[in-house]
């Protein structure tokens, strides 16, 4: 499972690489996003479980995740000129970057489970993305939307989240009460990581195609 | 023990429910997109349908009527006597003159707008009597440049294509003062049509002329080649002219000709 998981992360970032030219300047950051999770995915299997060490690189990697896709939503709505979501987004991201350590280290504590933080990242994007797909949905585009690389990085994100949110935000208690329940669930986070991934390499593919 | 249930069904039902919802969002949106952009072509075709009928009307109009009034009256002018003086003979030849030029021009106009007439040329005779008329104003050197295998197009989307070499060819006259335009007719076979327009005139820059923010003409050109599913691209900067491509790619409706 983690072979192919990684094959198709790798697939992604090569495409990524490949046709980063062709790319609009808003999907490097999810190009740039995909190589961190191929680092964090590769180095927490590495270490084989080991909770001290793995804990603490999920948090620094949930800063880094929303910085990334807050950058990737600012640049976007800028080149679009959105300009409510463009004056709030750098609020978010000095917000999230005071309040995620401030979580890591004092509320939930840098060595265990990072669920608060996965959450609020969560909420964000699931706006995000919602108003995204509103503001397409108001204004009269003439894109074709099946070969829109942003629209199927949304649909992959929206459908995630939503699907991991339940399991993701629970797994931290879970994992105190029955850890053999909480891997079992992992399941969910595992599936709706192909489809998120498959849908960021839709993403780059169709842009590069659309631009060539 | 219970508690682990009640947990299990919240996840399993909040993840089904959220998931759910989030596809939901999503083929509603493409869906509704869909019916957008389907809509959308279809209020396109129906009004350059209407656009096509009404060029077709004033065509007919002119050939049939001030055309034929304009021949009548210099008809008329061949019956005045010869003996009306030097002056007179003068300004009455100059009269027929402009009228002859006057014919002519309505008939080049009529010809452009006729429908049938294009249809039944073909699109390369079409856009060499077009570069032709443009030729004969003095103020233009115009060349038509057809290359690769040629293969037969429908006739909506050959009178698709000529119209926006019109729309084209106007704003070369209208606004870029140039002295040379040149079309390009490229058949590829299996990849299908290019089409350009180049003009060596001042340009301009498509930032602030993008074909979805200003211009009706580059609109209109945008408009057409979407109807047929050609890819528009305008290349111009200031003072470098304009070229204008039209992209059409293959599709079942393309019959090679020999």
Known sequence: MFGIYITLLTACFLCFLAYKKKLPKYLHFAGWLVGLVIITELFKYSMNGKKSIINPVEHFYQLIEIWLLLMCYYVYNKENKNETIVKAIPFVLIAVSVLYPFISFYIEGINNECTLSFLINSLLLILLSLLFFYNLYVKNTEINILSFGFFWINAGNLVYLCGTFFQMGLYAYILKTNPALAQELKIINHVLNYFLYATYLVAFLCTAKQTS | ?258
């Open chain 2, 1 to 258: 023990m219970h508690s682990e249930t009640n947990i299990l069904i919240i996840i399993i039902a909040g993840t089904f429910i959220l998931t759910l919802l989030g596809v939901i969002i999503i083929i509603f949106f493409i869906r509704n997109k869909t019916n957008q952009q389907i809509h959308k072509q279809e209020l396109l075709k129906t009004r350059l349908e209407i656009q096509e009928q009404t060029l077709q009307n004033i065509s007919e109009e002119i050939h049939d009527n001030i055309g034929q009034v304009l021949s009548l009256v210099k008809l008329n002018l061949n019956t005045f006597p010869e003996n009306l003086g030097d002056e007179v003979q003068k300004k009455l030849h100059d009269t027929e003159l402009l009228l002859s030029k006057a014919i002519e021009d309505l008939r080049d106009l009529s010809q452009s707008m006729n429908t049938d007439k294009i249809n039944s040329l073909g699109i390369e005779a079409a856009l060499e009597q077009q570069l032709k008329q443009l030729q004969k104003t003095g103020k233009f050197t115009t060349k038509l440049h057809v290359g690769g295998n040629k293969f037969t197009l429908p006739p909506q989307k050959e009178m698709v294509l000529f119209r926006i070499v019109q729309e084209s060819l106007n704003n070369a006259v209208k606004h870029s003062s140039a002295k040379n335009i040149e079309i390009e007719l490229m058949y590829r076979p299996g990849c299908g049509l290019v089409l350009q327009i180049t003009d060596d005139g001042n340009g301009f820059n498509p930032e602030t002329n993008h074909p979805s923010k200003t211009g009706i003409g580059l609109k209109n050109i945008h408009n057409r080649a979407s109807l047929i599913g050609a890819v528009f691209s305008l290349h111009s900067s200031l003072n470098n002219g304009t070229t204008i491509s039209i992209e059409l790619k293959p599709n079942h409706s393309f019959t090679e000709t020999s």
